[in-house]
């Protein structure tokens, strides 16, 4: 029943995607041949040992450390809207239905795009493809772990002049393992008071801690990760009660070793502990993946049936950054094509 031509026409939703993370090799020989840009070498699939990590990455700097090489090509608003828009043509060729594309604007900035612009064109890149491919977006604007408090807050107040315009909340993301949340408890206090929903990177290169200090202080409604949750069982009972979602990536997990491998990844656990998880790409170019494949191995790795995997897409739903009438159309969607592929009963 499982076959891949059954998990690729499967609805599906991401939540967790960075943009810069999700560039086609093609892509980038085209935007360093129209910047004038220099690259080690001029064939896509040359190219890819660039963007992607191999079999041998140890950890999740050594995974951040792909991204350099990337962002050097996104610095200018026809690069912004174009990997935009191709996102949503790469989500829709795996049916996914509704994406939330996550970048951090203070890292588009070296040609003197202000942080609104940069938003601003992603946020246009993504309605285009959005009419273009029949997938619904969502932007979510980072702050950087590594940045300092005031272009943290810039980025903040950036994105609540978007709220209802294309962005749906604010993150924080990388090198969780020298930079803990509470370092930025008051870059977090700027959005709650302007009203912008909140997911944070947690438990992913650090301990259940930092999952608990994400949602007790920063005020997180949603968890990047949490692979590490399961640490400490009063934190996961915690973000159980409080129906926290927890935007898994399984691929990049693995890559990231925030477990050192499948048998130690805990989502059957969580499951069955009745965590509200969702499953997600995180960056399609670095990882080498993408929603189906994502479907896949779990399916292979953990036995999931079909209904299984049925409720983990619609935990995606649930979780989205959506007004409720939003949410209440995208779930009647996926229902209405679940049922003509004889999945709902
Ligand atoms: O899994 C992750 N954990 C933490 N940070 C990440 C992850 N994936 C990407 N980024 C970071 O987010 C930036 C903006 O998209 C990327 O440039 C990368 O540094
Ligand atoms: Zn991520």
């Known amino acids: 029943m499982l076959t891949q031509d059954l998990l690729s026409r499967l609805p599906k939703v991401d939540l967790h995607l960075h943009l810069d993370g999700s560039v086609k090799p093609e892509t980038i020989l085209e935007l360093a041949l129209n910047q004038g840009l220099e690259l080690p070498v001029y064939d896509k699939d040359e190219l890819i ?48 239905k509704y994406v939330e594309v996550r970048f951090a604007p203070q890292l588009h900035r070296h040609q003197g795009l202000t942080v609104e612009e940069t938003i601003h064109h992603v946020v246009e890149g993504l309605k285009r493809g959005g009419r273009q491919f029949g997938v619904r977006a969502g932007v979510i604007a980072i702050c950087m772990r590594n940045h300092d408090a005031a272009s943290n807050l810039e980025v903040v107040r950036a994105a609540g002049k978007f709220v209802g315009k ?75 009660d409080r129906r926290i979602p927890l ?20 989502i059957r656990e969580y499951l069955e502990q009745g965590l509200l998880v969702t499953i997600n790409t995180d960056n399609p170019s670095v990882s080498g993946t993408n929603i ?54």
Not at 189 to 194: F, I, K, T, V, Y
Not at 292 to 321: C, H, Q, W
Request: proline residues 4%; aromatic residues 8%; negative net charge.
């Open 49 to 96: 040992p660039h963007m992607r990590v191999n079999e041998e990455c140890g950890s999740l700097t050594e995974y951040l450390s792909k991204f350099d090489f990337t962002t050097r090509f996104l610095q200018s608003a026809e690069a912004l809207e174009r990997v935009a828009y191709e996102v949503l043509e790469q989500s829709a060729e795996h049916n996914c």
């Open 166 to 240: 294309g962005v749906v909340a604010v993150d924080l993301a990388g090198d969780e393992a020298s930079y803990p949340p509470e370092f930025f408890r008051e870059v977090f206090a700027e959005s709650r008071r302007l009203g912008i929903p909140v997911t944070i990177h947690a438990g992913e290169a650090a301990g259940a801690g930092n999952v608990y200090e994400a949602v007790a202080n920063l005020g997180a409604v949603r968890i990047g990760h949490g692979v590490r949750l399961k640490e400490n069982a009063s934190i996961l009972a915690m973000v159980k």
């Open 247 to 266: 935007e898994m990536c399984p691929i990049s997990n693995i890559q990231t070793k925030a477990v050192p491998g499948w048998e130690a990844y805990p």
């Open 292 to 345: 189906t494949k994502e479907y896949s191995v779990l399916a292979d790795r953990f036995g999931f049936t079909t209904p299984e995997l049925v409720k983990l897409i619609m935990n995606g739903v649930e979780a989205a950054f959506l007004e409720e009438s939003d949410k209440l159309l995208l779930k009647r969607e996926m229902e209405n094509e679940l049922s003509s592929l004889g999945l709902l009963n």
